[in-house]
């Protein structure tokens, strides 16, 4: 039998291995975007074109980030877990020796396949090596492990292409990618399912083709317009993939996702409050550059900086978070969270073009806490609110409300802005390309927008914290 110091051991080896992967991931998300520009004019090439070297991997995580959650739970997380790390440090390497565009592309939908199993299977697998009552402390310092990852993904790109040319981004995932495999084969436990599970092909191919037209019809709907054919069959297919899917599901008897989890009132608040946030934030992060750069006049050093805050901001409060909802429960800080970043939604709205950085300071540093208090407690909830056994699809859940938030953000509020700063100019335009004030006009009409998502999601969270106070 292990001694209790070596089981204390093996769950923060766990951890530490979880955090490596979600590091990795998050931070090759964002690395890629400092290099577009660089890889248009190295493969000579259309921003059209390039735009998918970044539009292929997050369509990738998007579409098959459930599936894999629930092979998980069929066939058990370690292999699947361990075979993404693998997969995404080959990818990694052969991205870096791509000679032309088409083949990066191809190796950085590979890449995201490894990173659906990092990302999917990594929170479940870290639910089942913690008990409940230290879920939240657990998943807190995994906030911590997505806010570096954040902050370092731009810098670190920025550093090794200025020293070393754009395939060292790739390149540099190489000895972390082979450090987390190893950890992943020692540190992870087999688990090995229970009962007759089988894997839902239809319900899993449906559910995955429903989920990549609707994130195709987001993400392309920006550059041609959501009326157009395409995009509108795009949404159509979506549709009758959705229907499709539930009716599968209600007569399998191994399903995909267990629609009865639903019922649960717990998880489907917590489902919707996330994703909302998500929605929210993803929004303003996309606006902000452009309000810091082409408003208040801050070169790129400095706008990367200001950025900084609110993720940093985060990191430093998640682990606290999470240790506190072990101890008083998730429903306080969720609500706390939730009003904080509500509030400083409305505080932005009121910079303008005369604000300084220290305003900017001021609101981005309360809107970091907030995400923080929300996000390590709602991701314990999500995952405290199915049984074991589902543990998979619940860290599917939690990763798909994050991707559909931002896929949903930064089309909405983006198109949303473009229309405003139109409508104020009162000549089609791009936003970039318009005057000041134009701009800000565009920027508070969208945060207006934005803080009624927050307020419906306070609302929301209220509900869940005075249920909870009922039943004691």
């Known amino acids: 039998m292990s001694s209790p110091t070596q089981h204390t051991t093996k769950k923060w080896m766990v951890l530490a291995t979880v955090s490596i992967g979600v590091i990795l991931a998050t931070v090759d998300a964002s690395i890629v975007n400092v290099a577009l520009p660089t890889l248009v004019e190295t493969f000579g090439t259309t921003f059209a074109v390039i735009q998918w070297v970044?539009?292929?991997?997050?369509?990738?995580?998007?579409?098959?980030?459930?599936?894999v959650g629930r092979l998980g739970d069929v066939v058990g997380k370690k292999r699947i877990y361990t075979t993404g790390f693998a997969a995404f440090t080959l990818a990694s390497v052969l991205s870096g020796l791509s000679p032309d565009v088409g083949y990066?592309?191809?190796?950085?939908?590979?890449?995201?396949l490894g990173a659906v199993m990092i990302l999917s299977l990594g929170v479940a697998i870290l639910t089942e090596a913690f008990p409940p009552s230290e879920r939240g402390r657990a998943l807190g310092w995994v906030g911590t492990a997505v806010s570096v990852g954040i902050v370092t993904g731009p810098v670190l790109g920025g550093l090794l292409i200025g020293g070393f040319g754009?395939?060292?981004?790739?390149?540099?995932?190489l000895p972390i990618g082979i450090a987390g495999t190893w950890m992943a084969v020692r540190h992870v436990p087999a688990t090995i399912p229970g009962g007759d599970r089988r894997f839902d092909v239809p319900g899993a191919a449906l559910l995955t083709l429903t989920l990549a037209s609707l994130s195709l019809g987001l993400t392309l709907g920006q550059d041609v317009g959501y009326r157009s054919p395409p995009i509108l069959t795009a949404f159509g297919i979506a549709g009758l993939g959705a229907l499709g899917?539930?009716?599968?599901?209600?007569?399998?008897t191994s399903p995909m996702v267990r629609l009865d989890l639903f019922e649960n009132p717990d998880l489907s608040a917590s489902i919707v409050t996330g994703f909302l946030s998500f929605v929210a934030l993803s929004g303003l992060f996309l606006l902000l550059p452009f309000y810091l750069e082409d408003v208040l006049g801050f070169d790129v050093r400095a706008v990367g900086l200001l950025l900084g805050i609110a993720p940093l901001a985060l990191g430093t409060v998640a682990p606290f978070a999470g240790a506190w909802s072990d101890r008083i429960g998730v429903r306080p800080l969720t609500l706390a969270g939730l009003g904080v970043m509500a509030a400083a939604f409305l505080g932005f709205r009121t910079l303008d073009g005369s604000s300084t950085w220290w305003q900017f300071a001021l609101l981005a540093l309360p809107f970091g806490l907030g995400i923080g208090l929300f996000q390590s407690p709602n991701n314990s909830a999500i995952m405290g609110s199915v049984p074991r056994s589902d543990s998979g699809v619940a860290g599917g859940m939690l990763t798909l409300t994050r991707l559909l938030g931002q896929i949903t953000g930064v089309a909405v509020l983006g198109s949303l802005w473009a229309a405003r700063v139109a409508a104020a100019t009162g000549t089609p335009i791009s936003p970039p390309k318009a005057p000041p004030w134009a701009q800000v006009a565009g920027l508070r009409?969208?945060?207006t927008l934005s803080s009624g998502l927050m307020v419906?999601?306070?609302?929301i969270g209220a509900w869940a914290f005075h249920r909870d106070r009922r039943r004691g």
């Open 166 to 173: 754009w395939r060292a981004i790739f390149f540099v995932n």
């Open 104 to 112: 990066l592309i191809g190796f950085r939908v590979v890449q995201a």
């Open 456 to 459: 419906v999601a306070v609302a």
């Open 54 to 67: 970044s539009l292929g991997y997050l369509l990738t995580l998007a579409s098959l980030t459930m599936a």
């Open 445 to 447: 009409d969208t945060l």
């Open 245 to 252: 899917f539930l009716a599968v599901e209600r007569r399998v």
